[in-house]
């Protein structure tokens, strides 16, 4: 049975830091490209960091460069989300995504319930 499940998420002030964590069973994660999206009240879903799964490439979206690190640990099924520097516009639910792809084609992909992370004084 597939799982993946966010925690880390809470309140926090600006400038503080949060570390959101995901972790895995149910399917081989080394092999999956991991990414963490996001989605504020209102808005759409969007991509956030990005970490490939053999040589770990990291992307991330322009709004969070240089705040946000991403980063797996494939012993512990595990994909974190390191977050500084927070802004009241980081606010969102925060998704852990799993994507198997295949020649550069999505072939399956899984989902996270989310997990809130609201930056407020």
């Known amino acids: 049975q597939v799982q993946v499940v966010e925690s880390g998420g809470g309140l926090v002030q600006p400038g503080g830091s949060l570390r959101l964590s995901c972790a895995a069973s149910?399917?081989?994660?080394?092999?999956?490209?991991m990414r963490w999206y996001r989605q504020a009240p209102g808005k759409e879903r969007e991509l956030v960091a990005v970490i490939t799964s053999i040589s770990r490439t990291t992307n991330y979206a322009e709004s969070v460069k240089g705040r946000f690190t991403i980063s797996r640990d494939d012993a512990k099924n595990t994909v974190y989300l390191q977050m500084n520097s927070l802004k009241p516009e980081d606010t969102a639910v925060y998704y852990c995504?799993?994507?198997?792809?295949?020649?550069?084609?999505?072939?399956?992909?899984?989902w996270g319930q989310g997990t809130q992370v609201t930056v407020s004084s």
């Open positions: 995504n799993a994507i198997f792809l295949r020649s550069g084609n999505p072939v399956t992909q899984y």
């Open positions: 149910g399917f081989t994660f080394s092999s999956y490209v």
